[in-house]
């Protein structure tokens, strides 16, 4: 017999042992074939702008602990199975939407119980190829896998007791016991396999083959004479490639851009990296995001305190907020040459808009294992 898996009603799930239909509260919902809705794919190759500076360039499969299409299968399930949180309502893809490239449109992320954080999901799309293993706003997670396992223990994120409680969870889903067994060789449910998995799917999600990367590929024709002019400002004396650069356009460091700072007070609504670390340097920095897809990405920074990216762009321009531990990248006094006109913020977003990618679209699975 095929596996069959049920999409979710409320939060009630099904096993069916046969038959094709099951009802909850007097609707008839149809059971799905989990693995012809759910087919193994091949590792995706990383599209064109995508795989670092190797010639030829990287691969997935180039990682000291590889994707292969079965945990990848695997982790988008979980990525996506709200039965991670405490209450059945929080799936990572719940702040990390798909459509948004892997981010949400509040300026906080909202955990169970309508619980808002104090930052915005930031998107992970190309996170395979980071060129500093610093994972979060601040951070603390030294790899994707330890990133994936962090929301779930969260009290205001998913709002499990402890780690064990989450294997407990998915271990009793009789059928997720195949598809562990199917990608680590015995159907054992650890933690380590569940954020392994999910990690897995998260380095497949990636972000390339923009208008800018046929441009610099030598289609001339792919950006506009605005994104051209803005292209230009981002890596002259706009300087925005200080920070932004790389095939994924950031450095993977933190610096300090006065977000969140109270004149008044002389604090951080928020310290940042400060809280990891606990040097006097890193207060208020946090980790430069990619800038790719980020037309997709608004509200901005770690607070979503910017609504757009005109805003963004003018912040930058007058050189941050003042505070003591502002980054010198971005102190006015190392940035005189700035002061854009309306024009040239303009074309630094027509920029950043052509920066916009492929390959990392997903959907919702069309059911789960049950």
């Known amino acids: 017999m095929k596996p069959l898996g049920l999409k979710y009603v409320g939060l009630t799930t099904v096993l069916l042992a046969g038959g094709l239909m099951a009802c909850f509260d007097g609707h008839a919902v149809e059971a799905v074939d989990l693995e012809a809705a759910n087919p193994l794919l091949p590792i995706p190759d990383p599209p064109l702008g995508i795989g670092g500076e190797k010639n030829p360039p990287a691969t997935l499969l180039d990682l000291e602990n590889p994707p292969t299409p079965q945990t990848v299968r695997l982790g988008r399930w ?12 929080v799936a990572c893809a719940s702040c990390h939407k798909p459509e948004n490239a892997f981010s949400e449109t509040t300026p906080v992320s909202t955990g169970i119980g309508g619980q808002k954080g104090g930052r915005k999901a930031p998107s992970f799309t190309n996170q395979a190829w980071a060129t500093l293993p610093h994972f979060f706003w601040d951070g603390r997670a030294a790899s994707l896998d330890e990133q994936a396992g962090g929301p779930m223990t969260n009290p205001i994120e998913m709002g499990q007791k402890d780690h064990s409680v989450v294997v407990a969870k998915i271990a009793a889903i009789p059928g997720y016991a195949k598809y562990f067994e199917e990608s680590f060789g015995t159907p054992e449910v650890t933690i380590e396999r569940i954020t392994k998995a999910i990690a897995d799917y998260e380095r497949t999600r990636m972000s390339g083959n923009s208008a800018w990367d046929r441009y610099v590929a030598g289609d001339k024709s792919a950006l506009s004479d605005d994104a051209k002019k803005g292209r230009t400002l981002f890596f002259g004396n706009g300087f925005c490639n200080n920070c932004h650069k790389g095939p994924n356009l950031t450095d993977s460091d933190f610096h300090n851009l006065g977000v969140g700072w109270d004149e008044k007070t002389q604090t951080f609504a928020d310290e940042g990296r400060y809280a990891v670390t606990q040097e006097e340097k890193d207060k208020g920095a946090f980790k430069t995001p990619s800038i790719r897809d980020v ?5 901005y920074m770690h607070d979503g305190s910017m609504k757009t990216l005109e805003e963004v762009v003018r ?19 190392f940035a005189e040459q700035l002061d854009f006109t309306d024009a040239q913020v303009n074309q630094l977003v027509r920029f950043m808009e052509s920066l916009d990618g492929e390959g990392y679209r997903d959907t919702e699975p069309a059911a789960f294992p049950q």
């Open 315 to 333: 912040f930058y321009s007058k050189g941050g907020t003042p505070n003591p531990y502002l980054d010198r990248k971005i102190d006015r006094r």
């Open 295 to 299: 037309s997709k990405r608004a509200p």
């Open 78 to 89: 979980l990525f996506f199975d709200k039965r991670l949180s405490a209450d059945n309502t």
